[in-house]
């Protein structure tokens, strides 16, 4: 049915790598990931795709890591360049497919990629080919596994489709997908008794990219995907931003000393609404600890700040001290750059803590230099 299609022979590769690398060695040892290169040289699809993960993520450091991580997902795919096009084989790891997908999305623009070497290949595509093969791509993985990365995927190209010219293209490959692919249909059915009904489902119009977008972004969500569940609370974010400027404007224009709680019932019920899915999306990311999140949620609980694209307020009716300290420690126990501002903010609204305690405020000062400069120079004047 799909372009990029897998002969399931990846099943076999995943018992051997498991039973003889997993159960032998364990997942993360200097033992197997030896073990994974000498796999993935001999051909294992699954271990190539754990073998670009190491240099992705530079466990390994080379002078092109990107580079080479993309070329090993390629491989584990089976998937090969011609023409400027890619070409799907038949022995190909699914998860990789997305994986390729997320290069071509995101190569030079987001993420870790966008301090990417040159990668040719990516190069030679245009960006809005290179969106529509990476939806290609995404779909066709969702034809064997439900996997996270690519629900999300989908969603975020839907978004774009629109600004890139590409949504015939996506309507028709989504079109078929859902017309053909028991695993897809039941996965948008999924999201709410509505979406049973086949016509809810189809791309009818370019107004529908924005409507099953989201659909997509909350598939990612509820399998605990911490990068959909990041899009959907910056979403609602924008929402209440926006919709708390609407209310406080009203009272304005009502030349009294009204608070925005004392406007109409349905317009604060809404408001209410908007910020428990704010808060639910952010629970969600900081609960598997990911530390942009847990932070936003700390500053949430802390000060009642919510940051949109049109600017900051403050709903300081949601604040509780104890929920904010306890999001900020989890922003720290798998630490990245976002981490940085939540040892800032233990540091700035907890002060008690580390007035008495010289060793525990220079481990805290040690941990944002390393993480993040900007956030260091700021520490230095606390």
Known sequence: MFEFISDGSYKEDLDF?????IKEYGVSSKSSEREIICLANDGNVVAK????????YKKIHRKNNYREAFSL?????????????????GRSYPLSFWYVAFYLVNYRKNSFLERSEEIEEIEKMPYNIRLLTAFKLSVSALEYENISGAINLIGRILMLAGD??????????????????????????????????RKKMYLSTEKDLLRLAEVFYVLAARRGYVFACNSLAAGKADEIVDMYNTLKSKV????????I???????????DELVADYIKYLKIAADKLEPYAANRLGLFYMTGEVAGKSGEIRLKQYTD???????????????????????????KYFPKTFS???????????????LNRKVYDLAMDL
């Open 17 to 21: 790598y498991t039973n003889n690398i």
């Open 49 to 56: 795709k754990l073998y670009a993960d190491m240099l992705f």
């Open 73 to 89: 997902y390629m491989s584990s795919a089976d998937i090969s360049y011609k023409d400027d096009e890619l070409i799907g084989g």
């Open 164 to 197: 890139h010219d590409i949504y015939n293209d996506v309507a028709a490959i989504y079109n078929k997908a859902v017309e053909e692919c028991d695993n897809i249909r039941n996965l948008i059915s999924s999201y709410s008794e509505d979406y049973v009904d």
């Open 252 to 259: 304005d224009q009502d030349n009294t000393k009204q608070q």
């Open 261 to 271: 709680s004392s406007v109409g019932n349905d317009d604060m019920n809404k408001l």
């Open 321 to 347: 001290t104890a929920l904010a300290k306890d999001y900020f420690h989890k922003a720290i126990v798998y630490p990245d750059v976002n981490s940085a501002w939540a040892y800032y903010n233990l540091m």
């Open 356 to 370: 008495t305690d010289i060793a525990l405020t220079n481990e805290y000062m040690d941990y944002i230099k390393v």
